[in-house]
């Protein structure tokens, strides 16, 4: 059962426009949404990441956006640059973190110059 | 770079054998977790020790055990070793209470 369910698969943008990667989860109990990014050869690295006590979390160029009662959650990232390019990961967890996060399929981001 | 150090990063073997991974935490981080990697299926919790003891299990084979040792290194143990178990194995570990989640590089198991 996927507990985290995350779209598009894959994104195209060009430099300087706006990513928007969205994550639904199923579990009401979790409490702890964090967003990973990864790149070709590592592990994932912690973006940004939020409670459901706040609607919205900026840091940067890169913002969270949650939505409690359709159980949704973004992520924007503004001003996209070719760097930016790699995998993106939603997460989920319960008991804010202390629990092993579950989480979605994955967006691959291209940033195009 | 994360802290978190796993060896080896790459590990060829065949079908039926057995292989160990190992996971260096962060330094003073108690918990730690094994991830599986691959294609078709992202990231899937595998295990999480705390201080040494086995905390929460995830979708973790029968084939596969770990354990957490005194100096707090993790090894993952895979057993009868099938084509499908092909992936990238990522350790993570953390601090005690809500603190964030650090993966090492990951190492890449190929079964042929």
């Known amino acids: 059962q996927q507990q985290v369910k995350q779209s598009p698969q894959s994104l195209i943008v060009q430099k300087g426009g706006i990513s928007i990667i969205n994550c639904a989860y199923e579990?009401?109990?979790?409490?702890?949404f964090p967003w990973y990014q990864q790149f070709p050869g590592k592990g994932p690295a912690l973006l940004i990441a939020?409670?459901?006590?706040?609607s919205e979390k900026k840091e940067g160029r890169f913002t969270i956006s949650f939505n409690k009662s359709a159980k949704q959650f973004s992520l924007h990232i503004m001003d996209s640059q070719p760097g930016d390019s790699a995998t993106y990961f939603c997460?989920?967890?319960?008991?804010?973190?202390?629990?092993?996060?579950?989480f979605g399929s994955g967006t691959r981001l291209q940033v195009q110059p | 770079d994360s802290g978190v150090t796993q060896t080896p990063k790459h590990l060829i073997t065949a079908t039926g054998q057995r292989v160990t991974l190992r996971c260096s935490p962060r330094?003073?981080?108690?918990?730690v977790y094994w991830y599986q990697q691959s294609l078709d299926q992202g990231l899937q919790f595998l295990i999480q020790?705390?201080?040494?003891?086995?905390?929460a299990k995830g979708n973790i084979l029968e084939r596969f055990s770990a354990q957490q040792f005194p100096d707090l290194h993790s090894e993952l143990n895979l057993s009868s070793l099938e084509l499908g178990d092909s992936a990238l194995y990522f350790c993570?570990?953390?601090?005690?209470?809500?603190?964030?989640?650090?993966f090492g590089n990951g190492t890449r198991l190929t079964v042929t």
């Open positions: 993570a570990s953390s601090a005690q209470g809500n603190s964030p989640l650090h």
């Open positions: 579990n009401t109990a979790f409490d702890y």
């Open positions: 939020i409670r459901p006590d706040v």
């Open positions: 997460a989920a967890s319960r008991d804010t973190g202390r629990r092993a996060l579950t």
């Open positions: 330094s003073g981080d108690l918990s």
């Open positions: 020790y705390y201080n040494g003891e086995e905390r």
